[in-house]
Protein backbone atom coordinates (compact mmCIF):
# COMPACT_ATOMS: atom_id res chain seq x y z
CA UNK A 1 0.00 0.00 0.00
CA UNK A 2 0.95 3.48 -0.53
CA UNK A 3 0.20 5.22 2.26
CA UNK A 4 0.36 2.93 5.01
CA UNK A 5 2.91 0.11 6.77
CA UNK A 6 1.29 -3.45 7.00
CA UNK A 7 3.08 -5.99 9.08
CA UNK A 8 1.14 -9.85 9.06
CA UNK A 9 1.51 -11.91 11.69
CA UNK A 10 -0.05 -15.21 12.80
CA UNK A 11 -2.52 -13.05 15.14
CA UNK A 12 -3.48 -10.30 12.40
CA UNK A 13 -2.08 -7.47 10.77
CA UNK A 14 -0.74 -3.94 12.04
CA UNK A 15 -1.25 -0.79 9.67
CA UNK A 16 0.93 2.16 10.80
CA UNK A 17 -0.19 5.20 8.16
CA UNK A 18 1.61 8.09 6.79
CA UNK A 19 -0.06 10.42 8.88
CA UNK A 20 1.17 8.62 12.06
CA UNK A 21 4.33 8.70 10.27
CA UNK A 22 4.69 12.13 9.96
CA UNK A 23 3.46 13.29 13.32
CA UNK A 24 6.00 11.16 15.03
CA UNK A 25 8.71 12.97 12.82
CA UNK A 26 6.93 16.32 13.94
CA UNK A 27 6.94 15.37 17.75
CA UNK A 28 10.80 14.71 17.51
CA UNK A 29 11.92 17.77 15.56
CA UNK A 30 9.94 20.21 17.40
CA UNK A 31 12.30 18.97 20.38
CA UNK A 32 15.49 19.89 18.71
CA UNK A 33 17.24 23.05 20.33
CA UNK A 34 16.85 25.58 16.87
CA UNK A 35 13.78 24.46 15.53
CA UNK A 36 11.25 27.42 15.46
CA UNK A 37 8.64 25.53 13.50
CA UNK A 38 7.66 24.18 10.48
CA UNK A 39 6.86 25.27 6.82
CA UNK A 40 4.59 23.95 4.05
CA UNK A 41 5.86 21.35 1.60
CA UNK A 42 5.65 22.49 -1.75
CA UNK A 43 2.17 21.26 -3.14
CA UNK A 44 1.94 17.39 -5.46
CA UNK A 45 -1.17 16.13 -6.15
CA UNK A 46 -1.43 14.07 -2.75
CA UNK A 47 -1.10 17.07 -0.51
CA UNK A 48 -3.39 19.24 -2.96
CA UNK A 49 -6.64 16.33 -2.35
CA UNK A 50 -5.97 16.62 1.67
CA UNK A 51 -8.34 18.73 3.40
CA UNK A 52 -7.22 20.42 7.00
CA UNK A 53 -4.74 20.21 8.78
CA UNK A 54 -2.72 17.28 8.41
CA UNK A 55 0.62 16.40 9.56
CA UNK A 56 1.84 15.80 5.93
CA UNK A 57 1.69 19.46 5.29
CA UNK A 58 5.63 19.28 6.74
CA UNK A 59 6.40 15.98 5.82
CA UNK A 60 6.85 13.77 2.97
CA UNK A 61 6.80 10.25 3.63
CA UNK A 62 8.09 7.27 1.08
CA UNK A 63 6.81 3.99 2.19
CA UNK A 64 9.11 1.22 1.04
CA UNK A 65 8.77 -2.70 2.00
CA UNK A 66 10.98 -2.48 5.03
CA UNK A 67 12.15 0.82 5.04
CA UNK A 68 10.75 4.57 5.42
CA UNK A 69 12.23 7.46 3.76
CA UNK A 70 11.39 11.31 4.89
CA UNK A 71 11.45 14.72 3.97
CA UNK A 72 10.99 17.49 6.75
CA UNK A 73 11.11 21.06 6.30
CA UNK A 74 11.82 23.34 9.30
CA UNK A 75 12.24 26.97 10.24
CA UNK A 76 15.29 27.53 12.41
CA UNK A 77 15.70 30.22 15.13
CA UNK A 78 17.91 33.06 14.17
CA UNK A 79 21.71 32.73 14.91
CA UNK A 80 22.25 28.91 14.85
CA UNK A 81 24.39 26.64 12.99
CA UNK A 82 22.33 25.57 9.69
CA UNK A 83 24.49 22.06 10.08
CA UNK A 84 24.00 21.62 13.36
CA UNK A 85 20.26 21.92 13.85
CA UNK A 86 19.37 20.26 10.50
CA UNK A 87 22.21 16.95 11.59
CA UNK A 88 20.23 16.81 14.85
CA UNK A 89 16.72 17.02 12.92
CA UNK A 90 17.51 13.85 11.16
CA UNK A 91 19.18 12.09 14.36
CA UNK A 92 15.75 13.06 16.19
CA UNK A 93 13.76 12.24 13.69
CA UNK A 94 15.64 8.96 12.73
CA UNK A 95 15.69 7.73 15.90
CA UNK A 96 11.75 8.31 17.20
CA UNK A 97 10.84 7.10 13.61
CA UNK A 98 12.26 3.72 13.94
CA UNK A 99 11.84 2.89 17.87
CA UNK A 100 8.24 3.72 17.47
CA UNK A 101 7.56 1.63 14.52
CA UNK A 102 10.04 -0.65 14.34
CA UNK A 103 10.93 0.11 10.43
CA UNK A 104 13.76 0.84 9.17
CA UNK A 105 14.64 4.89 8.25
CA UNK A 106 17.01 4.98 5.32
CA UNK A 107 17.51 8.68 5.08
CA UNK A 108 15.95 11.65 6.77
CA UNK A 109 16.28 14.96 4.21
CA UNK A 110 16.02 18.07 5.81
CA UNK A 111 14.73 21.11 3.80
CA UNK A 112 15.53 24.55 5.66
CA UNK A 113 12.57 26.53 4.50
CA UNK A 114 13.37 29.55 6.41
CA UNK A 115 14.20 31.50 9.86
CA UNK A 116 12.90 32.98 12.15
CA UNK A 117 13.99 36.22 12.96
CA UNK A 118 12.29 37.85 16.03
CA UNK A 119 11.39 41.69 15.84
CA UNK A 120 14.05 43.73 17.90
CA UNK A 121 12.33 45.61 20.64
CA UNK A 122 14.20 48.67 20.30
CA UNK A 123 12.23 51.00 18.47
CA UNK A 124 13.78 51.37 14.72
CA UNK A 125 13.02 54.20 12.08
Same mark, same amino acid.
Given at each position: ????? +??????????????????????????????????? &???????????????? +??? +???????????????????? &??????????? &???????????? &??????????????? +????????
Amino acid at each position: MDNEH +KADNDSGGLVISDEVIASIALNAAKDVDGVAGFAA &RPPDVHSLLKIGDSPL +KSV +KVWSGENDIKLQIYIIIKEN &RKIPAVASEVQ &RSVKSAVQSMTS &RVVTKVNVSIAGIDF +KEQSVGQA
